[in-house]
């Protein structure tokens, strides 16, 4: 597929580099580049249809035909231009996305940066409401396999004026990669994420809208 990539970085284009670094893939496969994006066929669907197909429209002049792969939603696209696009001036990895980052021009802007955490959070991210003393308390978190993006992420929210915190879990399993979450909790957090961060997601809207209705919000 011919794609036309960007000439400059906009907050579409960091929240875009956000969505592939939770659920993109890519790489040249006997030397042609093929980039993959893909989620949860259930949870993920409607993400996938209302905004990740209109952001590829945008972003690449894609028309990207969605299916399905067993339990996953997503698109593939055979398209070198877009690999080595994402690859030679974004710096992301071909492969296996071992320590992961975000693009250090995004890093550093801050509005480059709050979009693109936002695609992180809508990918590898979730809101989980868990009852702290008979009320309802929320959190925010994000999980990646990826210690660099995890500093990345924490430091962006940090000067958002966002406390947060990171915890690192190592399993028993050798195979296994460390995991390290990244975690936001409390209302008076949850209502400045809500307006820096916000979500492009639908199951994420569901439940900030849930909690923004709250006696707590």
């Known amino acids: 597929m011919n794609v036309e990539v960007p000439q400059t970085i906009n907050e579409i284009l960091a929240e875009e580099t956000g969505i592939h670094i939770g ?14 994006l893909r989620g949860n066929k259930i949870t993920d669907r409607k993400f996938y249809e209302n905004h990740i197909k209109k952001i590829f429209e945008i972003l690449y002049n894609a028309d990207i035909r ?30 296996k996305k071992i320590d992961v980052s975000i693009p250090q021009q995004i890093m550093e802007n801050n509005k480059l940066a709050v979009a693109c955490v936002r695609g992180i959070f809508d990918t590898d991210g979730y809101v989980y409401i868990e009852n702290k003393n008979g009320k309802p308390y929320p959190r925010i978190e994000i999980a990646t396999t990826s210690g660099i993006l995890a500093a990345q992420i924490k430091e962006i929210i940090n000067r958002n004026g966002i406390s947060c915190s990171v915890w690192k879990r190592i399993y028993e399993n050798k195979n296994w990669k460390p995991k390290f979450t990244v975690s936001v909790r409390g209302f008076n957090n949850f209502k400045l994420w809500y307006d820096i961060f916000g ?19």
């Open 23 to 36: 659920d993109g893939s890519m790489n040249y496969y006997e030397g042609h580049g093929l980039y993959s």
């Open 66 to 95: 969605l299916r399905e792969w067993k339990d996953v939603f997503g698109f593939q696209i055979s398209s070198d231009g877009l690999v080595k696009f994402k690859n030679e001036i974004l710096g992301l990895p071909l492969g």
């Open 199 to 217: 979500t492009s997601h639908p199951k994420n809207k569901e439940k900030f809208q849930l909690l923004k209705n709250l006696p707590s919000c």
